[in-house]
């Protein structure tokens, strides 16, 4: 960390982020983002904003885990999420579809817009959110029951039963795992390897035809197979879905995202902090902030 | 010269090592069948108990053979003895205390391990197991006292209102609410406390990533319970229900105090019954005739099939169960 | 893909984050299901609540110092508890110093002796298991017909090898909980050092574990202390006098309350609730602290 520059963010050509700086005095009141013009050569992308995330710092107790995220994820892309661990990414993903509420002591500050709408909100049902808000975990975790009523029992809930063979073969489809499932739909789902689980995971979440699928860390227990055939699969899904993916490896976020995000954790308070967030190659081949350089290149984390 | 002088030092090594360890292994050995003798008794208190009842019951065994089961009649200066009416009113009051504890239990484990604040779980968790420490006899007293003229005045005429006419179960109210209804709600009394905090257990082993995989396909709390928890404990649960009808079946004394000791079977559960513990305690203080002390054990060997039987069978459930968690 | 994929959404995701579908009526389903779960947690304490404060009532207006010094009358009619307090003390005494011994050991030797998936171990497991699956009733009968018919007299000693029966189970299952969580590197230290297995566990794991052993006996005894079945059957014909001779017959509170409550007329209950509110408060005292105990044993021992 001694090859910090300290004018970063005069170069960062988009101004999505605005990456704190420890020195500066101001940081309460983040600077508005300025048009996306600025850069010229790379336009903001032409698309719809499904998430705008302004100053999210999220708390466990009274410990700071994450802290002062504004950004903004935009419609039809995969967006990845990359960072040492301990950086808060997957606190960061979590927060998205409000999975965190459950941990105690968890409190979220700022805001996160999804079309508009606040996720924490009083209003704001989480039920509803986590319906439109899809989620695939790290660790595959079907339900112990058949491979079929994994995928149904979701729009069941849902009163989505017209044609429910047809959509959970539609769903096992789009994640590629129809193919080898589809003579034992009524085989426990635990009979499946590790990566067909989390395909079937994939499936039973995107049954419920959801708007948004986040992934966190999705490949991180398959082994390279596995794991290609998921990656394989989110650039057949981000056609349909806005994808968030949170992952440990940054080939991977380099392969399947259109744009990155990474994290790092500050060394002097130990919070998780938005560092840079930009087209994936730009995060890849030329990062405005040294740490980001430092991480994709690998000399750090 | 380094050689020779070792020989004999690793020959003396050897032999302290050897000691030690016949030592250690006989002071183990000591110990360990101190442990497992302790063990043989309790293995031993099993047999005794099942030759001891056996050989007491053998002489009304004898006599009435398996027509003791259907044999409506106890009438001990006659020498004639039936279980009929006691298996009968052994089967009400347990279902009556099943049918209102398991729903109730299972709610009470739910709410205890789902849905409590935390503060709450550690107050409440606790002031429900104490349900099971009060003692039977202090529990039947209060039945008698308290309970059974409640049933009487309030429960039994709304029910025999409302569902009478159907179910002849519900008959009218008698003079007094001493009933195999009232005995049952006693057994209720006892056996949640027992289902619900095994049913707590199970539930809180439920891993967090099956609950959240579940409310993150957009599931109401309800829907992870319903689709998620229970079908994944459900046979930790039956296990638990079986435990609980275990307790219920052999419980003599609090029923003993509110079943109102008849000796008939009636239609309406309202009127009085008796069960088998409790037909044993009662006259086995002062029983007339050798062969209603041979008869009391006969009946003793009934609740005690019935004891181990609802216990092998939990002990079934319970491991399958475990195996299928290990999938 | 060769499915077809509808690009449209079955819903508008840009609508307001409120229930929308038949989300209303699933929240409302959800919502009284979780009321039903709550209130019949409080039912369960209401009842709790009820049973204490009705002994309470109806016990403390009997309650008295002379309740206390006084031995019952002769047909357990009216008087005090004297004799019959400490008779049950003794009985249940007894029976504690046959029982926690003995489950301590069976509980030594499932957590230090046997080999995981030991049959006999599993064996013992499922003996234990069906000891307290066997009703009090019976085992009450069952001590009737080993000891009390050959002796042909009821005896306090007899009512106490009934009560060890129904503890020992119990004493064995909570002192192996308490011993599985010494930590083992605790044995391994003593192992390393050359110090034999059995002075190993007297030295370091028993005391380490004493303070779950003895609250899980407490709670064992104070089940067993409310028992009447096999003291009705085994130590009901004692006159009320104070004795010290437990192999004779013993007064105890237990059938106390049973005879009194039996005989159906104002002066037996008022000794009936006298009793029973002495007897609960010291099972729920003994319950509450042993609790407590065990909580913070626990926590000692899980760091």
Redesign the interface.
Same mark, same amino acid.
């Given at each position: 960390m001694t090859e910090r520059d300290p004018d970063v963010t005069g170069t960062v050509p988009n101004q999505d982020v605005v990456p704190r700086q420890r020195i500066q005095t101001t940081a309460a009141v983040p600077v508005p983002a300025p048009p996306p013009q600025i850069a010229g050569a790379r336009p903001e992308p032409a698309r719809a904003t499904v998430f705008d995330i302004k100053d999210m710092t999220v708390f466990y107790g009274t410990k700071k885990a994450l802290d002062w995220t504004t950004l903004k994820i935009y419609r039809n892309l995969v967006t990845a999420v990359i960072g040492p661990s301990g950086c808060g990414k997957s606190t960061f993903i979590r927060s998205l579809n409000r999975m965190n509420d459950s941990i105690p002591g968890f409190r979220l500050d700022g805001q996160v817009l999804y079309h508009g709408h606040d996720i924490y909100a009083g209003a704001t049902n989480r039920v509803e959110v986590r319906r439109r808000i899809g989620m695939v975990f790290q660790r595959p975790n079907p339900f112990p029951k058949s491979i079929y009523d994994n995928v149904a029992w979701a729009p069941r809930n849902l009163g989505l039963k017209s044609n429910l063979d047809e959509r959970v073969e539609r769903a096992l489809r789009s994640a590629t795992l129809w193919g080898e499932v589809k003579d034992r739909l009524k085989v426990s789902a635990l009979s499946l390897s590790g990566g067909q689980q989390q395909r079937l995971c994939i499936a039973r979440a995107i049954a419920v035809e959801p708007d948004v699928l986040l992934l966190d860390e999705p490949a991180s227990a398959l082994d390279p197979v596995a794991t290609a055939s998921i990656e394989d699969l989110m650039h057949e899904l981000k056609n349909r879905y806005t994808i968030v993916i949170v992952t440990h490896n940054m080939q991977q976020a380099a392969r399947v995202a259109d744009r990155t995000a990474f994290f790092s954790l500050d060394p002097h308070e130990h919070v998780g902090t938005l560092v840079e967030y930009d087209d994936t190659n730009v995060i890849f081949s030329h990062p405005a902030d040294t740490r980001t350089r430092d991480y994709v290149t690998g000399r750090f984390g | 010269m380094s050689a020779p002088s070792a020989a004999p030092k690793s020959r003396l090594m050897r032999f302290v090592a050897n000691r030690r360890a016949a030592e250690r292994s006989r002071g183990d050995l000591i110990m360990g069948a101190l442990c497992l003798a302790a063990g043989l008794v309790a293995a031993l208190v099993l047999f005794e108990i099942a030759y001891q009842v056996i050989s007491g019951a053998r002489p009304a065994i004898d006599k009435f053979g398996l027509g003791f089961l259907g044999n409506v009649e106890w009438a001990p200066n006659f020498s004639r003895f039936g279980a009929a009416v006691m298996l009968y009113g052994t089967a009400v009051t347990s279902v009556i205390a099943m049918v209102i504890a398991v729903p109730l239990s299972i709610a009470i484990a739910l709410y205890l391990a789902m849905l409590a604040p935390r503060a709450v779980r550690t107050a409440v968790g606790p002031l429900v197991e104490m349900l099971a420490a009060i003692p039977s006899v202090i529990l039947g007293f209060w039945g008698l006292i308290f309970l059974a003229p409640w049933v009487h005045a309030h429960v039994e005429p709304f029910l025999y209102d409302a569902f009478g006419g159907l179910l002849p179960i519900f008959g009218p109210p008698q003079t007094t609410g001493l009933s195999l209804f009232t005995g049952g709600l006693i057994l209720t009394v006892m056996v949640v406390p027992i289902i619900s905090s095994l049913s707590r257990d199970l539930f809180l082993t439920v891993p967090n990533e099956l609950k959240e995989g579940a409310e993150a396909l957009g599931a109401t709390r309800w829907e992870v319970i319903r689709g998620v928890v229970l079908p994944s404990t459900i046979s930790g649960v039956a296990a638990a229900t079986t435990l609980g009808l275990g307790r219920a079946l052999g419980e003599s004394i609090a029923v003993l105090s509110v079943v109102g000791t008849g000796a008939t079977i009636h239609t309406s559960w309202f009127q009085t019954g008796n069960t088998l513990a409790a037909r044993i305690a009662q006259d086995i203080q002062y029983p007339v005739n050798q062969l209603q002390v041979h008869a009391i054990f006969y009946l003793a060997l009934i609740l005690l099939v019935l004891g181990v039987a609802t216990n092998l069978f939990a002990r079934s459930i319970a491991r399958r169960y475990d195996v299928s968690r290990t999938i | 893909?060769?499915?077809a994929?509808p690009?449209e959404?079955?819903?508008d995701?840009?609508a307001?984050?409120?229930?929308?579908?038949?989300?209303r009526r699933?929240?409302i389903?959800?919502r009284v299901?979780?009321g039903?779960? =709550?209130?019949?947690?409080f039912?369960?304490?209401a009842?709790?609540a009820?049973?204490v404060f009705?002994?309470v009532k109806?016990g403390a207006s009997v309650l008295s110092l002379d309740f206390l010094v006084k031995d019952p009358s002769q047909y357990g009619v009216g008087g005090g508890i004297r004799s019959t307090i400490i008779g049950s003390a003794i009985i249940v005494a007894i029976g504690a110093v046959i029982a926690v011994?003995?489950?301590v050991?069976?509980a030594?030797?499932m957590t230090?002796?046997a080999r995981p998936k030991s049959r006999?171990a599993g064996?013992?497991r499922?003996?234990?298991?069906?000891?307290?699956?066997?009703?009090?009733?019976?085992?009450?009968?069952?001590i009737?017909?080993?000891i009390t018919?050959p002796q042909h007299e009821d005896t306090g000693f007899a009512g106490s090898v009934a009560l060890a029966?129904i503890m020992?189970?119990l004493v064995?299952r909570s002192a192996q909980e308490v011993l599985r969580l010494v930590p083992s590197p605790l044995r391994e230290a003593s192992d390393a050092l050359?110090v034999?297995?059995?002075?190993s566990?007297i030295t370091v794991v028993l005391p380490t574990a004493l303070g779950g052993i003895v609250t899980g006996s407490i709670l064992a005894v104070?089940?067993a202390?409310?028992?009447?079945?096999p003291l009705? =059957?085994n130590d009901?014909?004692a006159p009320p006098h104070l004795t010290f001779n437990p192999f004779g017959p013993m007064p105890n509170v237990?059938v106390q309350?049973?005879t009194a409550?039996e005989a159906l007329n104002p002066a037996g209950?008022a000794t009936?609730?006298g009793a029973?509110l002495v007897?609960?408060a010291l099972?729920?005292i003994a319950?509450?602290g042993a609790?407590f105990l065990l909580a913070r044993s626990r926590r000692k021992l899980t760091g």
């Open positions: - | - | 893909m060769t499915s994929a690009s959404l079955p819903y995701p840009t307001p984050l409120t229930p929308t579908g038949n989300l699933r929240l389903v959800s299901a979780q039903l779960a =709550v209130g019949a947690a039912v369960a304490v009842v709790l009820i049973v009705d002994v109806s011994p003995i489950g050991l069976i030594i030797y230090e002796f006999i064996a013992l499922m003996g234990l298991d069906l000891l307290q699956g066997v009703p009090s009733i019976v085992i009450g009968i069952f009737l017909g080993l018919l029966i020992l189970p064995a050359g034999d297995r059995w002075r566990i104070a089940r202390a409310g028992e009447t079945a009705l =059957v009901s014909t237990p309350i049973l409550s209950f009936a609730w029973a007897l609960l099972i729920l319950n509450v609790r």
